[in-house]
């Protein structure tokens, strides 16, 4: 489990950060100075944040299940292993601007969730 907490930490490194940072590469200047004025986002760069900030909502409630997991000594290791490659497939998805498919890829995540809490009760 803590293996899966650590790579769930990572995606959101990766989604938060580097991902957004990468595709708006062209704007280094603006990245590292004050940004005092805003500019203009390209939709891949808004929609790499969006899916960002839906990783934001549904990661400290997969880290609770994981601690109490570990804590309560009770195996949720395969519905935590899906949530995250449902969660590296929405992100994927989200950024390619595949809706279907990923709105799919979310109720997985929230279903490996819901299956997560029910084995811990």
Partial sequence: ???????SLILAIFQLWLI???????????????RE??????????RAKRAGSN????LPAFLALALLSMIL???TTNA?????????????????????LRTLAYFGSIGSLVAMACALV
């Fill in 1 to 7: 489990m803590e293996s899966l907490i650590i790579l």
């Fill in 20 to 34: 957004p940072m990468i595709l708006n590469i062209k704007n280094l200047n603006w990245m590292i100075g004050n």
């Fill in 37 to 46: 004025s805003p500019i203009p986002e390209t939709p891949l760069v808004a």
């Fill in 55 to 58: 990783l934001q909502e549904s």
């Fill in 73 to 75: 000594s009770v195996d």
């Fill in 80 to 100: 935590a292993c899906w949530w995250l490659i449902f969660r590296v497939a929405h992100g994927l998805l989200y950024i390619s601007g595949i809706k279907y």
